[in-house]
């Protein structure tokens, strides 16, 4: 079973559509992060939530939008699409009491805006 | 402004040898640090990690450095394997707990390739 798992991996799309990608932890943890690999290789993060409520939010557009209908799941929502959206955004996960940083990453999902 | 740099893209290490993976950071509010490996069409995964209150963790073949007057931090492989051909990413949080607990500032990563 996968323990971080993110819907679509692979998603296409033209420029100012909508899109989700969805995420999904079967460990039980509280808190749940996106984080997004530019085309710079640079991995950063974007949102956190724990226990379905934002902690971290960092200097993201408002296109887009986080969503945790409960502490195992972590949507992102984008708005208006723009080339510049085109990315790899990684899903995480960690525990309470767990060492800090200390993340459990999904596979990926590929964003190319067209 | 890349508060963590991985200055070497690429490494390449003959099976048996010791392979070397450098970082530097500049925020020296940094006070964890944290090596995550990387394969192909997978997320990273946590490998080894350390307190600024060290300058040495070992497990097992992976050992990292740190050396906090330097800003500067090294994962040691040793002996190396095919299998850890990977991206190698160096990561630095500060404020260990708290709301900032998985707030990671990644370096851009360095490909390891191990050869048999």
């Known amino acids: 079973d996968t323990a971080v798992s993110q819907t679509p991996k692979y998603l296409v799309t033209q420029m100012g559509n909508d899109k989700s990608i969805k995420c999904e932890q079967n460990l039980g943890h509280d808190t749940m992060y996106w984080y997004k690999q530019d085309s710079k290789k640079f991995l950063k993060i974007m949102f956190s939530?724990?226990?379905?409520?934002?902690?971290i939010n960092e200097t993201v557009p408002n296109r887009f939008s986080p969503k945790s209908p409960d502490k195992a799941h972590l949507n992102l929502h984008i708005n208006s699409l723009e080339l510049g959206d085109s990315a790899v955004y990684f899903c995480?996960?960690?525990?309470?009491?767990?060492?800090?940083?200390?993340?459990?990453f999904g596979e990926g999902s590929r964003l190319t805006v067209l | 402004d890349q508060q963590v740099k991985q200055n070497s893209p690429s490494l390449s290490v003959q099976e048996g040898r010791i392979s070397i993976l450098n970082c530097d950071y500049t925020n020296s509010m940094f006070d964890y640090f944290l090596w995550y490996k990387k394969y192909p069409a997978e997320g990273p995964t946590f490998l080894i990690s350390i307190s600024s209150i060290k300058d040495k963790n070992e497990d097992g073949r992976f050992t990292v450095f740190l050396n906090k007057s330097a800003k500067h931090l090294s994962l040691h492989i040793v002996p190396s394997q095919p299998g850890d051909s990977a991206v190698y990413f160096c990561a630095a949080n500060s404020g260990a707990g708290g709301t900032s607990y998985g707030k990671l500032t990644f370096g851009q990563g360095t490909i390891l390739t191990v050869h048999p």
């Open positions: 939530y724990n226990n379905k409520e934002l902690i």
């Open positions: 995480a996960s960690s525990r309470h009491g767990g060492g800090p940083g200390e993340l459990f």
